[in-house]
């Protein structure tokens, strides 16, 4: 195991050094006397087999570029992406992986403050996710085929109320306000609290929290609304921090006890996270096999939705 890791490391440096490659190969065409060597078939089979079947390249570029995402020399998001891969080594098997210190290289800089005007959904939600874009998880709002899809079966009423967990700009919502029979069997939940200033306008009829799902449990006492019957929960657990999911996960626990459904969607690239399958082994555990939809290409990136049901 530890040996075909490595060797997937390999992989993925030897894809990003070409030139190290050609170089190695100029040189020892030079060499005249230098005799041909060739690789025994077994040897080569077995790194085809490993780039083939068990290849960690777009596990750690995906790692690396979609949920460390963009980074400056000296800034925060470096030192993560730094971090992460001297822990990724270590966990590999490497020794002595570590970081050094690289300089004279002088002040790094990141974003604190971000002001843009908003026109329409869209760019509400990238300005939401510029602001914090671990907490917002993802560039753009849902389509309208996820969103069906996310809403697909589903039918609420005063004693089966919907459990929206981050609402965002009401990519969902949009699809939740046709199902709904009133007010009454609806709760949204978002941290954002100017994505929930708009909202509140945008669904007047809609009870939208401002608040964090952490405390989704005694938000939905307080709201004074019947049982929770379905939970449609939106959260990036791939970019929120670990103890924070887990508290998610032990709150929506106490919903699935009486009886609900969970519905989440997974985006088809992060699907192989250790958060994502962290997600489906928690549910998997509790509530069995999880019911998976086809991938839903239209969307921005594309996703599968995960169904779980504890039918009491
Ligand atoms: C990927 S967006 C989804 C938005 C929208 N439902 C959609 O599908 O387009 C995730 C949303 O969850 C919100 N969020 C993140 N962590 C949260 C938490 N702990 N409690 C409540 N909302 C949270 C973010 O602010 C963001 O609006």
């Known amino acids: 195991m530890l040996r075909r890791k490595l060797l997937s490391g390999f992989l993925l440096c030897a894809a990003f050094a070409p030139t190290v490659t050609f170089a190695q190969t100029t040189n020892s065409a030079a060499v005249s006397t230098a005799k041909n060597y060739s690789a025994p078939k077994e040897t080569i089979d077995k790194i085809r087999d490993e780039g083939m079947n068990r290849s960690q390249v777009m596990q750690?570029?995906?790692?690396?570029?979609?949920?460390?995402?963009?980074?400056?020399?000296?800034?925060?998001?470096?030192?993560?992406?730094?971090?992460?891969?001297r822990d990724q080594m270590t966990k590999w098997g490497m020794q002595n992986a570590k970081l050094e210190a690289w300089g004279p290289f002088g002040r790094g800089w990141t974003l604190k403050n971000f002001r843009a005007d908003v026109v329409n959904e869209n760019i509400e939600f990238l300005q939401a996710f510029l602001k914090n874009p671990a907490k917002v998880g993802a560039i753009a709002p849902s389509s309208p085929e996820l969103a069906q899809k996310m809403i697909e079966n589903i039918a609420p009423d005063k004693e089966n109320t919907i459990l929206e967990l981050g609402v965002g700009t009401g990519a969902i919502t949009k699809f939740v306000q046709d199902i709904v029979p009133n007010?009454?069997?609806?709760?949204?939940?978002?941290?954002?609290?100017?994505?929930v200033k708009s909202l509140k306008k945008n669904y007047s009829q809609l009870k939208i929290v401002s608040g964090n799902a952490c405390d989704v449990f005694s938000i939905h006492q307080k709201s004074g609304l019947g049982k929770v019957g379905f939970i449609i929960c939106c959260l990036p657990f791939v970019s929120i921090p670990n103890d924070i999911g887990e508290k998610i996960l032990l709150q929506i626990d106490k919903f699935m006890e009486s009886g609900c459904m969970f519905r989440t969607f997974q985006y088809a690239h992060g699907y192989?996270?250790?958060?994502?399958?962290?997600?489906?082994?928690?549910?998997?555990?509790?509530?069995?096999?999880?019911?998976?939809?086809?991938?839903?290409m239209k969307n921005v990136p594309p996703a599968y939705t995960l169904t779980w049901k504890n039918e009491i």
């Open 60 to 85: 750690t570029l995906s790692y690396l570029t979609d949920v460390i995402g963009p980074r400056l020399t000296g800034s925060p998001q470096m030192k993560r992406a730094n971090e992460w891969t």
């Open 183 to 195: 007010g009454d069997s609806y709760l949204g939940i978002e941290l954002d609290r100017d994505l």
């Open 272 to 296: 192989y996270f250790p958060s994502a399958i962290k997600l489906r082994e928690h549910m998997r555990d509790r509530y069995g096999k999880a019911q998976k939809s086809p991938m839903v």
